[in-house]
């Protein structure tokens, strides 16, 4: 498996990539829906910051995916109807508009209640905006509606990969696994075992 | 034989004696006081104040043995800009004010190191009374003066958010403490 992608197949950095930032969002947006709730405590505070550090991860990962995307490029598309491949790509830009905004949001959010912004206790970032009690709970509320929108968002996303998965027989998810091996020839049906 | 007091000799006494009994002259705390502490919380710093504290002040720069602070503080008037931790501040966790609503500074003693004066005291908080030394710059203006101090104390000394907010990486181990207090002579 190469690091670089190919015209048929992601390379390993973009799966990597593409795979830790899933489960970071997922996981992140799943943890704070949760952690909303606790009351004042010490492990609330340290639940924050780690739903804070974490997010200020993702944020970077994306950039840098971002940056690998643009020097590495993408596999070709598979064969698909026009209204298919025009929808995932609009998919696709719209998902990474999500993983730029959710934690953005949070930054501000966090800014605007005056709370500090910490990288796992290592180094402190500046805050986005002034303090402002009021608009804090807009921010919050932004912040939250995100995650719920960025869910809708990936229906079509996990869906269509499904579809092509299991119905097309396409290498559409197969190329984009941890491991999966897509298959070469477009004419069979799967790997031979 | 017969001793008469010669009035102007007692007085030339008097005038040679009054410097060693001289005292501290009293001060009475005015508007615009400030009483402020200052911490970390994950890396970034915060101020806060009380609004509520008296402050009994006798001091003269040249008479330090007989100068003296005796400080009374509100705990449950601390503020510091955060509603969040506002209100946590009062509660048992940190200033316990159910139980300990006052904290209470009186100076033992004066000393000198270099041409800073420190005043040295005890400090009750929270149930514990233990040492605590302030800087003092002292500006006499007119019958009044100015009174800056400055110090600083260890939270846990005291059991200040001890239990589960001991953790000092999160919230600053040192509490630095400010006052400036506007004085108008009694």
Redesign the interface.
Known sequence: MSLRSDDRQWGSVSKLFHWVVALGILGNGIWGLLMTGMSPSMTKIGVYALHKSIGLTILALFALRLAWRLYDGAPQDEPMPRWQRIGAHLTHVVLYGFILAMPLSGWWFNSLHGYPLQWFKLFNLPALAAKNDELARTAHAIHESLFYLLLLVLIPHVGAALKHHFFDNDNVLRRMLPFGRVNRDKTSQGELS | MTFRIRPRALALVLALAAPCLATASDYTVQPGSTLGFADS????SFDGHFDKWTAAISYDQTQLASSKFDVTVDLSSAKT????RDS?LPGADFFDVAKFPQAHFVTTAFHQQGSQVVADGMLTLRGVTKPVSLNVIFKPQGSGATLDVSGSLKRLDFGVGGG??A?T??IGADVKITAHLVLKGK
């Open positions: 919380f994950q890396g970034s800009g955060d509603n969040d946590a589960q907010y953790d990486s999160v």
